[in-house]
């Protein structure tokens, strides 16, 4: 009876384990922030992404905010790396971007290849 129980406890334990690991990586996921495609960029974002790429790696993204495709001075590019999910980035990359954008409305957008 005490060996059963033990293996219930420990099944149990991994059972609620893995529901556990299966709802955070649900979370981590859930985002759906807007996009933008690369070549959709304005010349000077499009060279700012060009010379962080490399440092992005697989898990790192970069958001940006343009109200003119011309005035450098409202464009907003930042990035978030060192992160372990992908998901964590877009999320960081999004907060740092609408801060950088100030008050008003954000129209941040998750860069994609």
Do not use: W
């Amino acid at each position: 009876m005490l060996n059963s129980l033990k293996l219930f406890g420990v099944k149990h334990a991994c059972f609620l384990a893995f529901l556990y690991l299966l709802g955070f990586s649900v979370l981590a996921e859930s985002y759906d922030f807007p996009k933008v495609k690369y070549r959709d960029l304005p010349g000077p974002l499009q060279m700012a992404y060009k010379n962080e790429k490399p440092n992005l790696g697989e898990i790192g993204r970069c958001a940006v905010n343009f109200e003119d495709m011309k005035d450098e001075s409202k464009m907003v590019f930042t990035c978030s790396i060192y992160v372990k999910m992908s998901a964590v980035a877009e999320r960081k990359a999004m907060e740092r971007c609408e801060q950088l954008s100030g008050a008003k409305k954000s129209g941040c957008k998750i860069i994609q290849d």
